[in-house]
């Protein structure tokens, strides 16, 4: 069973930047397609990003495109998530996740494989 750990959670004024990493134990990272949610206070876990398998095609939710990146190093077992001018309203619990398939029926509605523990993100006004 492969697991997800992820880090890089904190306290960040608004307009601050965070990387976030999502680590997998096994190395078969490379065939599964990777991305993260964010579950802010008293709502429901919200789709941010996914990235396919090589990291070549990748979709994000309105809400955080073009401040937000994933990025993948399958050499590594590692997603990123570069988080810049971030806002109050992106803080929330951060989870990764994967899937063996791009399919965005499963990746929109969180019907994933696997889920990390979460880290959490607060951006201060």
């Known amino acids: 069973q492969v697991q997800l750990v992820e880090s890089g959670g904190g306290l960040v004024q608004a307009g601050g930047s965070l990387r976030l990493s999502c680590a997998a134990s096994?190395?078969?990272?490379?065939?599964?397609?990777m991305g993260w949610f964010r579950q802010a206070p008293g709502k429901e876990r919200d789709f941010i990003a996914v990235?396919?398998?090589?990291?070549?095609?990748?979709i994000y939710a309105d809400s955080v495109e073009g401040r937000f990146t994933i990025s993948r190093d399958n050499a590594k077992n590692t997603v990123y998530l570069q988080m810049n001018s971030l806002k109050p309203e992106d803080t929330a619990v951060y989870y990764c996740a994967a899937d063996r398939l791009y399919n965005w029926s499963r990746w929109s509605r969180g019907y994933l494989e696997l889920w990390g523990q979460g880290t959490l993100v607060t951006v201060s006004s």
């Open positions: 096994r190395r078969i990272f490379s065939s599964y397609t």
């Open positions: 990235t396919s398998w090589s990291g070549g095609s990748t």
